[in-house]
């Protein structure tokens, strides 16, 4: 993984607990400028707890992390100053107005009278929420809040920008309107951290992902390299009669299901190894009603990782 | 922009914050000016008469009483908005957007100032009303316009005194719930004090804690001053050194709250 981008965010060997509770145990990011990348993890596995962190919200316990260059720790103002974060719950001022929200930003960030109104326009008109700046955040809607949460991050004009969950409790096209939204992001040279439970989300976004676990980075990598990690794949076929099931399980090496009707055969799910199995099932003379095939997804990198059932997209 | 500049710049940002907040949301204001009429009116109708004939003035009866019960009750003014101070101090606080605050690089002092400045603004609200209504049922206050100036200037310091210590006890509280009770002790302080009655009428260990609580100094500074009579200097220092003493225990609580959570 090794190029010549410089980091945005460099942690080495965070720490952090509260009294005899770990939270973070050792951990190390590296993210190139301009780049998604993903901490994927199950609730309670320290993804708040590292964007805190890394957003200067609380100190860590051991280990130094740098944005932009600039130490945490040492130069917290630094980092605040090239950082856009929007957290798990809508940080937005509940009795101001949308657009109001958005000028208490750029105040907040020095821009000047004009420059501040150019801003807020632009970003009302580009998060469709040009009809809904005269109301107060109260009467949004989930996906609404989260826009307008994402606008005021990018008031200054951030260099990274922490997205922590930024899709929880969204709806599916609420979700999809997030994605494109960070995706525009990046192009334009943003460097994105973003923490998600959903698997899908890291998987179409980031093009890094760290898994965390109780603490720890438990894997590393491309989408990719970590579906590779697990060799899940395989074919399972749906028989008619349950006195076959035995003997194709024999036969092709796989597990039957007396009860189900089933029969689960490792396969990398290759057009050659398709063959295989289908020519076996005519030959032994077997009548199968379904088959279908399964590669290794994210959710089994999890699954084998963590030992959760991962978080269903669409609950 | 250096420094300081950026610090007034960002607390009169947070000020406007406020201010909106106040105008967005003013059952809260009414119901802080609402607590101050409401003893005013209740002492001066209900018991004003006795009370008044007690204190052993020249006329005696409500109108006497309505003119002793009156500077208490500018202050019982400054205690119902700063108890509104801790609520919306710790509303803030449940509020995404103070973390949101947390990680820009901002004057952090100025979420606090904001709301003080606030509130010390709301007192004054509050006071006002009380003492129109004070005057509408028949109070006349003797100052002259140094007087006013100095129970303006007097009341400013009393409220900032109050407001950092209500900011603090808002910052420090776990719940809402937790910040509206906290300062109940407050409210309790004018009646053992002389804003009710004279001091001299306690039992003497009532009358001891009377005469050393902050009120009894505060109240008795503001009476002086609204009549135009000479302000006993030790009430006048021990005014200002409460007021103060409050503030910097607020301010000391507020910010390291702030800096932790």
């Known amino acids: 993984m090794n190029n010549s981008k410089p980091l945005a965010i460099q942690a080495r060997d965070l720490t952090k607990s509260y009294g005899d509770n770990a939270v973070l145990g050792g951990v190390d990011i590296e993210v190139p400028e301009g780049t998604i990348f993903s901490l994927l993890g199950p609730n309670g596995a320290g993804k708040t707890t590292t964007v805190n962190i ?20 040492h130069d917290a103002d630094a980092v605040r100053k090239s950082i856009g974060v929007t957290g798990q719950f ?9 657009r109001e929200n958005l000028h208490l930003m750029g105040r907040l960030h020095h821009l000047g009278k004009r420059e501040t109104k150019r801003r807020t326009e632009e970003l009302l008109e580009r998060f469709d929420l040009v009809e ?3 109301r107060a955040p109260a009467t949004y809607s989930g996906g609404m809040k989260r826009r307008l949460d994402i606008a005021m991050c990018l008031m200054g004009d951030p260099k990274v920008i922490f997205l922590d969950e930024p899709t929880t409790g969204l709806d599916p096209s609420g979700r999809r309107v997030v994605w494109s939204i960070v995706r525009e992001l990046v192009k334009a040279g943003t460097t994105i951290f973003l923490t998600t439970q959903y698997l899908e989300e890291a998987d179409e976004l ?20 970590l579906k590779r990690l697990v060799p899940g794949g395989h074919v399972n076929l749906r028989l008619a009669r349950a006195d076959q099931v035995a003997r194709i399980a024999q036969v092709l090496a796989g597990n039957g299901d007396t009860d189900q009707l089933t029969v689960q055969i490792p396969s990398d799910g290759s057009v050659d190894s398709l063959r295989k199995i289908l020519d076996t099932i005519d ?8 088959l279908t095939v399964h590669t290794p997804d994210l959710d089994d990198v999890f699954l084998s990782l963590t030992g959760h059932v991962p978080a269903q997209a669409t609950a | 922009m250096s420094t300081i500049a950026h610090t007034f710049a960002d607390t009169s940002t947070m000020l406007r914050r406020q201010l909106k907040h106040m105008l967005r949301y003013p059952s809260l204001t009414v119901m802080l000016v609402g607590m101050p009429v409401v003893f005013l009116l209740l ?19 409500r109108e006497a009483y309505l003119t002793y019960l009156t500077p208490g009750m500018m202050l ?42 606030a509130s010390v603004i709301q007192s004054f609200l509050c006071i006002a009303v009380t003492l129109g209504v004070a005057i509408a ?12 100036v100095g129970l303006a200037g007097v009341l400013v310091l009393i409220s900032f005194g109050l407001t950092w210590l209500t900011v603090g006890l808002g910052m420090a509280a776990k719940t809402v719930e937790e910040a509206s009770n906290t300062p109940m002790p407050l409210m309790l302080l004018p009646f053992l004090g002389s804003a009710f009655v004279p001091t001299e009428s306690m039992p003497t260990a009532v009358q001891y804690f009377a005469d050393y609580q902050p009120f009894t100094p505060f109240i008795e500074v503001v009476r002086a001053l609204l009549f135009g009579k000479a302000v006993d200097g030790t009430d006048l220092v021990l005014t200002i050194a409460w007021s103060l003493a409050f503030a910097l225990l607020g301010y000391v609580i507020s910010k390291k709250k702030f800096n932790k959570r």
């Open chain 2, 76 to 117: 019982m003014a400054i205690v119902a908005a700063v108890q509104g101070t801790a609520i919306s101090v710790a509303m803030d606080m449940t509020e995404g957007i103070i973390d949101r605050f947390r990680t820009m690089s901002i004057a952090r002092v100025s979420v606090l100032t904001g709301h003080v400045i």
């Open chain 1, 206 to 225: 980031a093009d890094k992902i760290a898994v965390l676990n109780g603490g720890k980075i438990v894997a590393e990598g491309t989408p990719e390299q």
């Open chain 1, 54 to 73: 890394l957003t200067t919200l609380i100190p860590a316990n051991g280990g130094e992390a740098f944005v932009n260059g600039a130490n945490v720790a």
């Open chain 2, 137 to 148: 049922i028949g109070f006349r206050p003797d100052a002259d316009p140094l007087g006013w």
């Open chain 2, 43 to 61: 002492f001066v109708y209900v018991f004003g008469g006795t009370i008044g004939d007690g204190l052993g003035g020249p006329t005696g009866g």
């Open chain 1, 132 to 134: 809904a700046a005269k």
């Open chain 1, 283 to 290: 030959r032994e003379g077997v009548q199968v009603d379904e």
């Open chain 1, 90 to 98: 809508a940080a937005v001022d509940g009795l101001l107005t949308g």
